[in-house]
């Protein structure tokens, strides 16, 4: 048996000839190369049982420190005009369109009324808009029949109105979460699996299934109409590529965001509002399906532990931590067996989303875009000692511990960006019940995502139009300010506002997001050369060699956060009515 240390923990846990999570890889301990890379063996075939999915990730050279971050300056600061340092500074913003601007019955609803809008946000200054590429509508009839038609109408009116997209491969089903104002439900044909297979979908202790993603046990498993999933996953970006080949070669998208899972986040459902969860219950884990429990048990018994069970003691969705067994102090989350299940639940997502990274790539290289990867921003109970909410999502996060660095680790991978949310809110907006941290949780992640070399990109979690919330957006953004004899020391790669609206286009309030943009932009006019501002984009690179599990693992020691500034330089002053809203936020708990 071998031993593979934990992170900063220190908890061991016993390994059988396999790695304790993807039970198809063997990892065999051989010395290292010149280059440090450590050796990943395979075992099995085509045909071996697929209880996991593939290992993820080679080892990969050091690790860059902020500083190393920014690209080459192509002219030395003492020769460049004050736009071109101020250029240097430029984050693009973006905004979301709405869920339904294609309806669930794939037509192109009030192209009239959007091109208006469209135009508008171009006038304001705006870089781009996002849009949700949603499966359930174009793959809704059957298997691997696909209709772009209306989406290929909205690409047309994007690009005449001089505005760049980003689109996501959204997997998911619209309805349920946050903010979910229309229903898109996943294909047809995969509901109907479903019923004489409910497993494919999520599931709770309680045996409550949620049908708003497949859940990740059936990655590999061929259930699908002939299909795995990771296989549909495949095809479906495929045939985006090859029937929106005309909009990728001119341009006009420019980043690819991969849906891996509900809302498009990396993680699993475990506060659905459709099973009745309430901000700041602690939510459920979500892997009880019959296919997660069999893989769990065999990681278990490859352990030397075949009497383990998945928890049933960590409580329900608007539970408090102290009142579960698993949570409380001194709970199950911290001994051996506890470690192993966190350990094995958060290596599962970061499996599943490395696996489906993959095949984007693959769908995607050569094509001048990024690839970008969604983790959401879960900043209730950051401040308990357990991260109760963190945990049942599949975030591994606990003080000495840090959950997100291996995803920024796996997303390195790929070349892919990471977003993140939650970019608005303050700590001082938040319920003291909560325990909630917003403030320092996207410093963790951002700081983690900046130690790994990647880019970081980020989004507003709920709509607001007041300066208060626009300034918290632009401290996250360029957390130590304008440096205008250099580059930033910390810069994101871009923001996508939440969303447009008749409220955003209200004139007081589209006022006051014009001045918004205006220095998210650095006081510099709208660009159109993304080169000017350091953003090059070149054909998308092959996914780099898989990572072993011991050089990802590693990248759970905990490390302090980058300092932050106490507020951004590029205020937004947005009048008496603003700051009003802003302190109603506060004061509203």
């Known amino acids: 048996m071998t031993s593979v240390t934990l992170g900063s923990l220190g908890e061991k846990i016993r390994l059988h000839s396999r790695c304790f999570f993807c039970p198809n890889v063997l ?64 984050v693009p913003i973006f905004v979301m369109l709405p869920l339904g601007v294609i309806t669930v019955d794939n037509v192109l609803e009030d192209k009239d009324k959007l091109v208006k809008e469209l135009k508008e946000l171009q006038a304001a200054g705006v870089d781009g808009v996002m849009i949700d590429v949603w499966w359930g509508i174009i793959e809704s009839k059957r298997p691997k029949q696909y209709d772009w038609t209306a989406y290929r109408s909205l690409f047309q009116a994007v690009q005449e109105c001089g505005l760049k997209l980003q689109a996501i491969m959204s997997f998911h089903q619209c309805g349920g979460n946050v903010g979910d104002v229309v229903t898109i439900p996943l294909p047809q044909w995969v509901l109907d699996i479903g019923e004489s297979d409910p497993d494919i979908f999520y599931t709770n202790l309680k045996g409550n299934r949620n049908p708003e993603y497949l859940t990740l046990g059936v990655d590999n498993r061929c259930l699908l109409s002939g299909r795995t999933a990771v296989e549909i996953y495949s095809d479906y970006m495929k045939s985006f590529r090859e029937n929106i080949a005309d909009f990728l070669e001119t341009g006009l998208i420019i980043d690819i965001e991969v849906g891996l899972g509900p809302a498009g986040e990396l993680r699993y459902p475990s506060y659905p509002e459709s099973q009745g969860w309430v ?90 875009l990024k690839l970008a990867a969604k983790v959401s921003g879960i900043h209730w109970w950051y401040k308990a000692d357990n991260h109760a909410a963190e945990l049942t999502a599949g975030y591994y996060n606990l003080k000495d511990r840090d959950g997100y660095r291996p995803i920024a680790r796996m997303l390195s991978r790929h070349h892919a960006i990471l977003n993140f949310t939650c970019l608005e809110m303050r700590d001082s907006e938040q319920s003291a019940d909560a325990k909630s941290a917003p ?3 996207v410093q963790q992640v951002l700081s983690g995502g900046w130690r790994e070399n990647i880019e970081v990109a980020g989004e507003n979690a709920l709509s607001r139009y007041d300066s208060t919330a626009y300034n918290q ?6 957390p130590n300010g304008i440096n205008r004899d250099g580059q930033p020391k910390l810069r994101m790669y871009g923001v996508t506002y939440l969303r447009l609206s008749d409220e955003l286009l209200q004139k007081t309030n589209l006022n006051l997001f014009k001045t918004f943009v205006k220095k998210m932009h650095a006081d510099q006019d709208y660009c159109p050369d993304p080169e000017k501002y350091n953003h090059h984009l070149g054909p998308l690179e092959q996914s780099k060699p898989e990572i072993s599990i011991e050089h990802l693992l590693e990248a759970t020691k905990a490390e302090d956060p980058f300092p932050w500034d106490k507020e951004t330089d590029m205020k937004v002053s947005g009048g008496l009515f603003s700051n009003l809203i802003g302190k109603l936020f506060s004061l509203f708990k």
């Open 439 to 441: 403030q320092e949780l």
């Open 473 to 478: 957006i632009l401290l996250n953004a360029r």
């Open 27 to 90: 990892f065999i301990n051989v010395p290292e190369n010149a280059e440090g890379a450590s050796k990943v063996w395979r075992q099995g075939t085509k045909n071996a049982p697929t209880f996991s999915s593939p290992s993820i990730i080679s080892r990969s050279p050091p690790q860059a420190v902020a500083s190393e971050i920014s690209t080459t300056e192509p002219k030395a600061a003492s020769t460049l005009t004050y736009e071109e340092k101020m250029l240097r500074h430029y």
């Open 279 to 368: 901000f700041p219950g602690i939510g459920e884990f979500q892997c009880y399906d019959k296919y997660l429990q069999a893989d769990f048990k065999e990681a278990a018994t490859a352990a030397g532990h075949p009497e383990w069970e998945l928890p049933d003691n960590a409580g329900e969705y608007n539970d408090t931590p102290e009142s579960t067994e698993f949570f409380k102090s001194n709970g199950t989350y911290l001994t051996e067996k506890g470690k192993f299940f966190l350990t094995w639940y958060s290596s599962k997502l970061l499996s599943h989303g490395d696996q489906i990274l993959d095949e984007a790539n693959k769908a995607f290289a050569g094509c001048k």
